[in-house]
């Protein structure tokens, strides 16, 4: 199966295996968003969309806070017009 570019949101997305799995995203054009506590870590979206053709954007979570999970799910969703995949 051919993959086909997504937006995504990746949880812990700014060090680890989530920064991995979103440099992975982004190599195949995936617009990734790095949620992470810190959201704020400047190299992170740098260092992924730097993979591209895909872009990486930061955005500081707190995974235990549903609200604030689901304020971010609204907003990417109506930023990009769509989310395809949410990695925890």
Known sequence: ?????ATAIITGGASGIGRALAAALV???TYAVLADLDGE???APRVVT???????FAAQLDVADRAAVLALVEQVASERGRLEMMVN
């Open 41 to 43: 870590r400047p190299s």
């Open 50 to 56: 730097a993979t591209g053709p895909g872009q990486a």
């Open 27 to 29: 190599a195949r054009g």
């Open 1 to 5: 199966t051919k993959f086909r570019p």
